[in-house]
């Protein structure tokens, strides 16, 4: 297993400098954001959105991007560790794509790897790699948040490796094709094939997994991951005991505060950062 960083420093808009590393964990290019001395805190495996690569979740992020550095600033300086890999199809796992929607294109077309798959399928190695690294204490103390593109790639590594505690999908992408760039792949393709809502009752097990969708969103219908909800809820077996849903009223597909506000909400109750640590810090 292949585990390379190189560190360099970034200060976050509150001023705190954490220590901002690239990491290779399995093959996995991958950048790492913790505050120094932070004990056993817990880590967040966190996913762009759609053709976002990992260096736009970190401050300053780009025009563009303004969802990405303020979710990932915020947890930084609850005192989380981060962990945001470049995801299939991306930045540096692009391949001889000229963009992340060529990426996408072909594996619709069924060309190459299934990108959605090896997402879910390279996510136990990838936090193997991070905790012999050092970067968090046991696979367990994992949890998985994502925006848009992102969330669906937040439910897919949930599912994918069993001992991660539990997820935040904001504002997801349920449906692949859904989304107006991979529209004209219709039902008929890779990513329309991907069945999540059976993928979810298969591999959810009952762990926890919040949905955050907004009410105005056309990119991804808040529609979309309700219906996602609601079938995984009644659930005979109880994979989705543990999942919410919650829907902003005012809130189309960019980023809004409430956002923010969830995740930390979330994380408070499912993985707590021991606040003595980070006053201390």
Known sequence: MTTETSDVRAVDENGVWPFVSDVTLA?????YLAQPDRGDAPM????NGFGAPRSEAVLPG???????????????????????PENPGHGERLGDAPSPFDALARCARGEGA???RTAMEETPALIDGAVSAGLVGRAEDVVIVGHSWGGLH???RLLGDARIRGGVALIP??????LPALAEFGAHSRLADLDLTELT??????RPL???AGQTDWIAPAALAHRFAVRLRADPDGAGDAVEYEEMSDAGHGYHARELDHVMEWLAHVAPVDQRAVADG
């Open 27 to 31: 093959g996995i290019p991958s950048t």
């Open 44 to 47: 967040v495996l966190f996913s």
């Open 62 to 84: 780009i025009p563009q991007n303004r969802i990405s550095p303020r979710l990932v600033a915020g947890m930084l300086t609850a005192g989380y560790r981060i962990l945001v």
């Open 114 to 116: 299934d990108l959605l």
């Open 154 to 156: 937040a439910i897919l």
């Open 173 to 178: 992408v349920i449906e692949p094709t859904s």
């Open 201 to 206: 009752r298969q591999h959810l097990a009952g």
């Open 210 to 212: 919040s949905l955050l």
